[in-house]
């Protein structure tokens, strides 16, 4: 566990702890947390903002391999998602899991992003600069990590491993940005990973 406190404490001086209501704490049973990003995962990763929804530019649509991933988690009910996209910063919270099919929607109990942690402490205006706009997804992970104070076992879905730590490797399930879960040899390992979570 002190690895991951190290991880989260290169933040800035001052940064505030946030807790979702529903992040596992030391007495929870709810332990197995899967980090799940979208983009290049659940769909192309050719997705941008217009007129403020998302639209995916290129063929396929939106969240088309979520059935695979409804499929891979079906034989592990106890794993829950914590969203690790940027659509959770970009949209919300509330948009971001609502956008997932149901049987997802139901397993998501938070975000490595908080809409708190991008505003001042002064007046409440949001902040570009911040030290989560630019942390890696692996260092926004290792803050939630630090924050819950307990044990998770967890695997993180993700097309992109910059600055993944080398010892957590074997967490990360990369993908293809274009053929994200759409890829069996991906679902294959997805598969073998949650049997040992």
Not at 18 to 44: A, C, Q, W, Y
Not at 82 to 108: H, I, N, Q, Y
Not at 124 to 129: D, H, I, T, Y
Request: proline share 5%; net charge positive; charged share 25%.
């Amino acid at each position: 566990m002190d690895y991951w406190k190290s991880v989260a404490q290169r933040r800035p001086a001052g940064s505030t702890e946030f807790r979702s209501r529903n992040e596992p704490t030391m007495n929870d049973s709810r332990n197995k947390i899967l980090f799940l990003d979208f983009d290049g995962v659940l769909h192309r990763d050719a997705v941008y903002l217009e007129h403020r929804r998302p639209v995916l530019r290129g063929s396929g649509t939106l969240f088309e391999w979520a059935p695979n991933l409804i499929s891979a988690l079906e034989p592990h009910p106890d794993v829950q998602i914590v969203l690790s996209t940027s659509w959770v910063r970009a949209r919300g919270f509330g948009r971001a899991r609502d956008a997932l099919p149901p049987p997802l929607r139901e397993k998501v109990i938070g975000g490595t992003w908080h809409s708190k942690m991008g505003r001042s402490e002064i007046g409440g205006f949001r902040l570009v600069n911040t030290w989560w706009a630019n942390a890696t997804r692996y260092q926004q992970i290792a803050a939630y990590i630090a924050r819950t104070k307990t044990d998770i076992n967890w695997l993180a879905i993700d097309d992109n491993d910059t600055g993944w730590a080398e010892a957590c490797r074997d967490r990360l399930i990369l993908t293809d940005s274009d053929r994200g879960l759409s890829d069996w040899r991906v679902l294959a390992l997805l598969s073998e990973k949650l049997l040992s979570l």
